[in-house]
């Protein structure tokens, strides 16, 4: 298994400001995920971030709203930009197992994101 | 394409009686699936998987599910309902290298 963390836990944004939200992990992957859960929702993928690569973005979601960076293999960042209230949600970010657990995946703690 | 229903958005149960959660997918491939824990305030724990091997699956907690494919269905057990098992719970098949989850089963735990 891998063990995520993420940073901010939570924060409370003005609506048309930015944040960036950072994701590590304590090993090495080739392929980090990015999900946002809106209030009372299930995950939704947002992108997939292969290092070395462009993310790929998922229907609904774009590069210039949902700018991702993966410099490594252990760390990736998704920006919220020019947020409106409608960006209140807990973002995730997940990679894959490897080897015995390939396919499964685990999950950061989450930035539970306010947008007033 | 791939699917994952879950039936009920809130279940309610007394501790100590059975629990279970049902989930039905749609895949054109034999599937992968899941179930994930998601505790108030926390990220998302596996508490499960079916990976083509045993089509009975222990995970962690207490929990367990059966793959049966002629009913296209993964659905969560655990025989006691403990207070600690308050939680919502996702059911997840696997895509294209992603998770697919359905809308989440929300427990509610009586004493």
Redesign the interface.
Known sequence: SAVISQKPSRDICQRGTSLTIQCQVDSQVTMMFWYRQQPGQSLTLIATANQGSEATYESGFVIDKFPISRPNLTFSTLTVSNMSPEDSSIYLCSVEGTGGDAYEQYFGPGTRLTVT | AQSVTQLGSHVSVSEGALVLLRCNYSSSVPP?L?W?VQYP??????LL?Y?SAATLVKGINGFEAEFKKSETSFHLTKPSAHMSDAAEY?CAV?GR???I????TKLSVKP
């Open positions: 992968y899941f994930y305030n926390q990220g998302l724990q596996l998987k990976t996702f696997s290298g992603n998770l989850f359905g809308k989440g």
